[in-house]
Nanobody, 124 residues
Framework: QVQLVESGGRLVQAGGSLRLSCAASGRAFSSRAMGWFRQAPGKGREFVASISWSGGITDYADSVKGRFTISRDNAKNTVYLQMGSLKPEDTAVYYC?????????????????WGQGTQVTVSS
């Protein structure tokens, strides 16, 4: 089993920056691909970014490419999402997810473990 706990969400002004963290406990974190997803009010959960087990391969949604950076520290069992040039449309609950097997993925169903989410609100 893997437990994921997100933190770092808060209210921030448009144009600002924020770093989200996802702390993992349980087995084999360093061998698992990880992802960040988000869900805005009234919308489905959407892909934000993913990272391979080694950190060598990353992928981003077009809407955040160039503004967000995903990274991981396997020694600390933590994955990060550095968010910059924030926009009001980035407002959402952000979720961290882990896969049992396989590389990073954009598909919600490919992930086996999920955190409870952290709220990010960007004011205009």
């Amino acid at each position: 089993q893997v437990q994921l706990v997100e933190s770092g969400g808060r209210l921030v002004q448009a144009g600002g920056s924020l770093r989200l963290s996802c702390a993992a406990s349980g087995r084999a974190f360093s061998s698992r691909a990880m992802g960040w997803f988000r869900q805005a009010p009234g919308k489905g959960r959407e892909f934000v970014a993913s990272i391979s087990w080694s950190g060598g391969i990353t992928d981003y949604a077009d809407s955040v490419k160039g503004r967000f950076t995903i990274s991981r520290d396997n020694a600390k069992n933590t994955v990060y999402l550095q968010m910059g040039s924030l926009k009001p449309e980035d407002t959402a609950v952000y979720y961290c997810a882990a896969r049992k097997i396989g590389g990073g993925s954009r598909w919600y169903d490919d992930y086996d473990y999920w955190g409870q989410g952290t709220q990010v609100t960007v004011s205009s």
